[in-house]
């Protein structure tokens, strides 16, 4: 992966504008959270494979965390704390934000066909 800038990945979210996607949508304090500090508490989200068509697709921020949000037809989908991107040799966008000691804090995936589920 290497770091986002908004030139590189803008076009590559317009490229998936009104088709259906497959979206990978992760975030999570992590297990080291609670481990660093007992009394913070663990969160997590975690979808993959849901499929949806977004009419609008931006990146925003001035590094070296960005935002994404995809306009849905009847709401957003919208993933904060993004830092690094590549595209997949099968066409699938991932970008993920990390944290200054390399762990992975949220993961925003899209592509054309299912992510692989083992």
Do not use: K, M, W
């Given at each position: 992966m290497e770091s986002i800038t908004i030139d590189a990945v803008q076009p590559q979210?317009?490229?998936?504008?009104?088709?259906?996607?497959?979206?990978?949508?992760?975030?999570?304090?992590?297990?080291?959270?609670?481990?660093?500090?007992?009394?913070r508490i663990t969160?997590?989200?975690?979808?993959?494979?849901?499929?949806?068509?977004?009419?609008?697709?931006?990146?925003?921020?001035?590094?070296?965390?960005y935002r994404v949000g995809l306009r849905l037809d009847r709401g957003w989908l919208y993933a904060e704390g993004l830092t690094d991107w590549e595209v997949t040799e099968s066409g699938a966008l991932l970008m993920g934000g990390y944290d200054s000691e390399g762990r992975q804090n949220i993961g925003l995936e899209l592509s054309r066909t299912p992510f692989d589920c083992e």
């Open positions: 979210l317009d490229a998936l504008v009104d088709q259906d996607v497959y979206v990978h949508l992760e975030t999570s304090t992590g297990s080291y959270a609670a481990l660093e500090d007992p009394t969160t997590c989200a975690f979808l993959r494979n849901g499929r949806l068509r977004f009419s609008d697709g931006q990146i925003r921020g001035e590094g070296p965390s």
